[in-house]
């Protein structure tokens, strides 16, 4: 598999999945995400992205979303290996800007600090 790419092995995609990765997952938060990372068995990184109608209409959704993909696919080799990673996007985070997702998303993934 490529480096940077994002294919479908790499994706949470059952409703089950979500729920096992917020029930055992550890979770932490800013301002704007929360982020669950549980150990899986299948050694692959797989991404989760949860966004309520909270959060904005579906085109700010939608961008969010599309905003955290970019951020698990260019930054995934920095994230905990063979884990599911669910990303929840809380209300306000629809005003967030590529740099600043990065930059909060960064302090919550710091690899010297124990999920």
């Known amino acids: 598999m490529k480096q940077f790419s994002f294919g479908k092995e790499e994706k ?35 991404l989760g992205i949860t966004a309520s109608r909270k959060v904005g209409a579906a085109t700010r959704r ?6 955290l ?8 080799s920095c994230l905990p290996p063979s884990s599911d990673i669910l990303f929840i996007a809380k209300p306000g985070a629809d005003r967030v800007n590529y740099s600043e997702l990065c930059e909060e998303l960064k302090i919550l993934l710091k690899p010297d600090t124990p999920f």
Do not use: S, Y
Request: no cysteine.
């Open 12 to 46: 949470l995609l059952r409703p089950q999945e979500f729920k096992r990765a917020m029930r055992k997952g550890e979770g932490r938060g800013t301002d704007h995400f929360t982020v669950f990372i549980l150990p899986n068995q299948i050694n692959k990184r797989r």
């Open 62 to 67: 939608n961008r969010i979303k599309r905003l």
């Open 69 to 76: 993909r970019e951020f698990f696919r260019l930054h995934k």
